[in-house]
Nanobody, 115 residues
Framework: QVQLVESGGGLVQAGGSLKLSCAAS????????AGWYRQAPGNQREWVAR???????NYADSVKGRFTISRDTAKTTVYLQMNSLKPEDTAVYYC?????????WGQGTQVTVSS
């Protein structure tokens, strides 16, 4: 059974940093492309960042310059380094991975930024 498992969330003060991980398991396929999304209470899920098969990254304007998406050389784990965190970054963060011809979502990890 293919799974994407996020980790690294938690509680941090404004201005702090967290690094999220999204690890693939149960598959022989590597993560070709991946994205991070987030959903705050009462809001729709929104796109945060994406890394494509070639390693190029794109970011939502709200996180540009503060967040960095990356992938390990084995392409089994995707990361989201989050710096200069703000209270408005508080949300459940989800990773979305493209493995083979399929798309998978993780279960989410909570990030809470206190002011």
């Amino acid at each position: 059974q293919v799974q994407l498992v996020e980790s690294g969330g938690g509680l941090v003060q404004a201005g702090g940093s967290l690094k999220l991980s999204c690890a693939a398991s149960g598959t022989i396929f590597s993560i070709n492309a991946a994205g991070w999304y987030r959903q705050a209470p009462g809001n729709q899920r929104e796109w945060v960042a994406r890394i494509d098969s070639g390693g190029s990254a794109n970011y939502a304007d709200s996180v540009k310059g503060r967040f960095t998406i990356s992938r390990d050389t084995a392409k089994t784990t995707v990361y989201l380094q989050m710096n200069s965190l703000k209270p408005e970054d508080t949300a459940v963060y989800y990773c979305r991975g493209e493995l083979g011809s399929s798309v998978y979502w993780g279960q989410g990890t909570q990030v809470t930024v206190s002011s």
